[in-house]
């Protein structure tokens, strides 16, 4: 059984929005602190979108996506969404979903991962 499934991704006009979701079907990461990370091809490194804490506070946000993205969780249906607005061409890529139990922005801070999402914005 996937640990974290993504779902939510497709084609989207520049401007426009889109809104990922992270399921949790083995009701395991109630207690963790969830993110979403990206990455694009090619060969580029996964990078910090957005985490939040496992009471739902304390969001951070990478500078790239502040103000234009939101990251919330409901822990009564074990899912974590990324609401992203006034999207970008530079925000295509796949998007991960992150388990990990600190508050950090490093990939090797997550310890599950979901298998992504891709993303792509069309100019």
């Known amino acids: 059984q996937a640990q974290l499934v993504e779902s939510g991704g497709g084609l989207v006009q520049a401007g426009g929005s889109r809104r990922l979701s992270c399921a949790d079907p083995?009701?395991?990461?109630?207690?963790?602190?969830m993110g979403w990370f990206r990455q694009a091809p090619p060969g580029k490194e996964r990078e910090f979108v957005a985490a939040i804490s496992w009471t739902g506070s304390r969001p951070d946000y990478a500078d790239s996506v502040k103000g234009r993205f939101t990251i919330a969780r409901d822990n009564t249906k074990n899912t974590v969404s990324l609401q992203m607005n006034s999207l970008k061409p530079e925000d295509t890529a796949v998007y991960y979903c992150?388990?990990?139990?600190?508050?950090?922005?490093?990939?090797?801070?997550?310890?599950?991962w979901g298998q992504g999402t891709q993303v792509t914005v069309s100019s």
């Open positions: 992150a388990a990990g139990m600190v508050r950090g922005t490093r990939r090797s801070d997550y310890d599950y």
């Open positions: 083995g009701r395991r990461f109630s207690a963790y602190r």
